[in-house]
T-cell receptor, first 115, second 113 residues
Framework: NAGVTQTPKFQVLKTGQSMTLQCAQD?????MYWYRQDPGMGLRLIYY???????DKGEVPNGYNVSRLNKREFSLRLESAAPSQTSVYFC??????????????FGPGTRLLVL | GDSVTQMEGPVTLSEEAFLTINCTYT??????LFWYVQYPGEGLQLLLK?????DKGSNKGFEATYRKETTSFHLEKGSVQVSDSAVYFC????????????FGKGTKLSVKP
């Protein structure tokens, strides 16, 4: 049981390049999330997927697209990277139901540097 | 809107000192409250949680009590260790939000031997 895995761990891009960050979970969770973490800003939600086949915008979606490929996988794509997207990206997953006790489980993060 | 405010760091303590990290929230409904911890180079992991007023969450010697009257969820530990050095995030979860957490900005704790 690996939990939440993310690839790559580290990436350097030039402005205008594209890339996809991969995330997978093996806990049979229905909901998945992408966050970015910037110094002094905490974590901000980019996109989330409440279930397979659905995605919704979070607080900071501009410049990103997502795909919920199946129940396990949720990818984040940068079509044309900008220096403002330099950040650490975290994927998370949870089971969301009637209870408010759901815990989110986080991956180890992807550190992205855009030059 | 819904938000979380936590004390700014960094916080530097000596081993065995008492720790308090303040967290207050603004929410339109009745949220669940969480503390997450991030050790250097790692992702976040749940430290403790509380789902209703007056609940106390506890784990690894850390405690936090859900105070509805003061809209607070302060994190405390009686005797910190060097291994507690990390960034601590307070977060809230609103019902009907499809599980979306709202995080504070984080407080970095450094514990010196």
């Amino acid at each position: 049981n690996a939990g939440v895995t993310q690839t790559p761990k580290f990436q350097v891009l030039k402005t205008g390049q594209s890339m996809t960050l991969q995330c997978a979970q093996d806990m049979n969770h229905n909901s998945m999330y992408w966050y970015r973490q910037d110094p002094g800003m905490g974590l901000r939600l980019i996109y989330y997927s409440a279930s397979e086949g659905t995605t919704d915008k979070g607080e900071v979606p501009n410049g990103y697209n997502v795909s919920r490929l199946n129940k396990r996988e949720f990818s984040l794509r940068l079509e044309s990277a900008a220096p403002s997207q330099t950040s650490v990206y975290f994927c998370a997953s949870s089971i969301v139901g009637a209870s408010l006790q759901e815990t989110q489980y986080f991956g180890p993060g992807t550190r992205l540097l855009v030059l | 809107g819904d938000s979380v405010t936590q004390m700014e760091g960094p916080v530097t303590l000596s081993e065995e000192a008492f720790l308090t990290i303040n967290c207050t929230y603004t929410a339109t409904g009745y949220p669940s409250l969480f503390w997450y911890v991030q050790y250097p180079g790692e992702g976040l992991q749940l430290l403790l949680k509380a789902t209703k007023a007056d609940d106390k969450g506890s784990n690894k010697g850390f405690e936090a009590t859900y105070r509805k009257e003061t809209t607070s969820f302060h994190l405390e530990k009686g005797s910190v260790q060097v291994s507690d050095s990390a960034v601590y995030f307070c977060a809230l979860l609103i019902g009907g939000s499809q599980g979306n957490l709202i995080f504070g900005k984080g407080t970095k704790l450094s514990v010196k031997p």
